[in-house]
């Protein structure tokens, strides 16, 4: 995970609890004010100059543990150490860790370099009889007491040599005194200072997690408070392991965060098709920050001729199990829409599916094919909330679809609905998360959604739809602040179709001579449509198509041109096998017609039908 830079240090006022920032550091980061109180102040030895008692001790660190434990992220654990320790415990401190941070059995990156993280330092206005920081950075007067210029000289980025000083401090783990040679020269090593603090007035503390030392704090007081004492070293000890056993925890939770977007990610289609005669968007929200995965998804899948299947699923439970059953149920939706099968059937399927996977995996999927030529819905239905159609003068319509039992329950029939989808309606669906909460139940949630979209309707042009991406934003705004518990998949489909007039179509009989009658449907079509520029190209294309269709199928074969902001033809016919691309011998009298389909079209494909095959190619129009 990438670091993020120490902060912009900058004294507070005096009403601030005792507690202030050091000196700007390169690429400094802000921290957010604590409105929580710092640790008590030690009642014995009064103000800054006196030491602490055994108990004061005790309570101190009994204090400042839960407050670093009580850090979620690195940036709070850290500033949970800082804030605990100044001025209560020392007049300075430094932390520096890891970079990069390593997670849980993830091998280190050598040579080791230690990050500054954050310093902070005791505010001027508590400095002793009101003198200014700079007077008490050399009491003496004769350089045996500069504290505080080390961290404005603190170099932030250290790279450990293998045998050097500081090296050896952090392989014996425990906190030293900086007074004899090797500490010394560590904390040289550590923050770049040529004058250091003399006495006990300088505690360098390595950081040791579960596995590994990932960093290093600095405690330093100033010459004209008390030396620390030697029981301060199991101080300096105490807030040094919490404070690394911490990070370890915001690390890895991090890594489990990250993890968790990412399976969600990946679960959900990274961008929306757009196909012919529909607009789409989506918008998905987990349950909370501490449930970042969930069984909700939604999908729209491009199918023959022209139509989308739309669905929307949620998987029970809010966990990384209920994520990787919905990937299976997702992948198995797809497969079955790429067959083409009815909405009845998938669902049939599915519920298979979700048996083979456990006796527990149940789910509820809804299942909408929209047909663009027909402008018709067929939808089925298994335990879902059902979807709300927002007509363009503003009327919104519950789809009555019967409910059905959920996926996973096994030997239900699921029932089919045909119904009509005008050009302009908005169809919306969602799961449950947007209407259900622990305040409302879910018919009192469909009602809020269907009075929200109403309102969204009065305030757009008359005759005019919504913008779907707003559109999408408001319908999130039913659910309030602290009223979600729930995952939410949202899905919007607005519907424009195809005008009749942009259709043709066409069934010949399997024979040699509908070649001619497809080639005639293609003249009079461009002609009507002013695209000759296009003729001979599509009529060759469609001549070849045709042939190869008439030649093996037994049942009529359809021909269909749609003209949209392209040219698309559609050859279908009763025999499974799909064509594939080859490359034809000099002697070969046939194989190049998908060749030529290849070279001229602009795309084309072929997709296996529950009754043959739809054979289809797009044509740019002409500039």
């Not at 929200?285 to 699923?313: E, F, M, N, T």
């Not at 299976?328 to 009845?344: F, N, S």
């Not at 089925?380 to 329950?409: C, M, Q, R």
């Not at 009079?524 to 599509?538: F, G, Q, T």
């Amino acid at each position: 995970m990438t670091d993020p830079t120490p902060p912009q240090h900058a004294a507070r006022t005096a009403d601030v609890p005792a507690f202030a920032e050091g000196p700007a550091l390169p690429h400094a980061r802000s921290e957010p004010e604590s409105t929580e109180q710092p640790p008590a102040r030690p009642a014995s030895g009064e103000g800054l100059n006196g030491g602490m008692g055994d108990t004061d001790r005790l309570r101190f660190v009994g204090a400042a543990t839960r407050r670093i434990a009580r850090g979620m992220d690195l940036d709070e654990i850290v500033l949970g150490l800082c804030r605990a320790t100044v001025p209560t415990f020392s007049d300075a401190i430094l932390v520096y860790l890891r970079h990069p941070l390593p997670v849980g059995d993830e091998q280190p990156v050598t040579p080791m370099v230690l990050k500054l993280r954050r310093t902070d330092r005791i505010p001027e206005a508590l400095s002793l009889g009101g003198a200014s920081l700079e007077s008490l950075d050399d009491v003496h007067g004769d350089g045996s007491g500069p504290v505080l210029p080390i961290l404005a000289s603190a170099t932030p980025l250290v790279e450990v040599r293998g045998n050097g000083p500081l090296a050896e401090v952090l392989r014996g783990v425990r906190p030293v005194f900086v007074e004899s040679q090797v500490p010394r020269a560590a904390l040289r090593e550590l923050t770049g200072a040529v004058a250091l603090p003399e006495g006990h007035r300088a505690i360098l503390a390595p950081l040791r997690g579960r596995r590994r030392v990932i960093g290093a704090a600095v405690f330093l007081r100033r010459p004209d408070r008390e030396s620390f004492e030697q029981e301060d070293l199991q101080v300096a000890q105490q807030l040094a392991t919490h404070s690394a056993l911490g990070v370890d925890k915001a690390v890895l939770y991090g890594r489990e965060a990250s993890i968790a977007d990412e399976l969600q990610r990946t679960m959900l289609p990274d961008d929306l098709p757009q196909p012919t005669g529909v607009r789409l968007a989506s918008r998905y929200l987990p349950a909370a920050q501490s449930a970042r995965v969930g069984g909700d998804w939604y999908d729209a899948i491009p199918l023959p001729g022209s139509r989308i299947a739309l669905v929307v699923g949620d998987v029970m439970g809010h966990s990384t199990t209920s994520a990787a059953i919905m990937g299976q149920l997702r992948t198995t939706v797809q497969t079955l829409a790429g067959l083409d099968l009815p909405p009845q059937e998938v669902l049939h399927h599915l519920d298979e599916q979700a048996q083979r996977l456990g006796t527990d995996r149940m789910a509820t999927c809804l299942y909408a094919v929209y047909d663009p030529v027909e402008h018709r819905i067929t939808a089925a239905n298994a335990g879902h909330p059902p979807p709300v159609l927002l007509h363009v003068d503003g009327s919104t319509e519950l789809v009555d679809l019967p409910p059905n039992a959920p996926i996973g329950v096994g030997g239900v029939d699921f029932e089919t609905v045909e119904l009509p989808a005008p050009a302009g309606a908005t169809l919306v669906l969602y799961t449950d998360g947007l209407v259900e909460s622990r305040s409302r139940d879910v018919w009192t949630g469909v009602e809020h959604l269907r009075e929200k979209l109403a309102e969204i309707s009065r305030l757009t042009r008359p005759d005019a739809a919504a913008p779907l991406e707003p559109l999408c934003d408001e319908i999130l705004d039913i659910v309030g602040p602290g009223d979600r518990d729930d995952d939410i998949a949202l899905l919007a489909a607005r519907f424009e179709g195809i005008a009749p007039g942009n259709v043709a179509y066409c069934r010949l009989d399997p024979r040699a001579e509908s070649v001619r009658e497809a080639r005639r449907l293609v003249r009079d079509s461009l002609a009507r449509w002013e695209l000759e520029e296009l003729e001979d190209s599509v009529e060759l294309l469609v001549s070849e198509v045709v042939t190869n269709a008439v030649r093996y199928a037994e049942r009529p074969v359809s021909v269909r041109l749609l003209r949209t902001d392209v040219l698309r033809c559609e050859v279908g016919d009763d025999v499974p096998q799909l064509p594939r691309l080859r490359q034809a011998g000099p002697a070969d009298e046939g194989g190049r017609g998908l060749y030529l389909v290849q070279r001229l079209a602009r795309q084309w494909g072929a997709t296996r039908l529950s009754t043959g095959k739809l054979v289809w190619f797009e044509m740019a129009p002409p500039a």
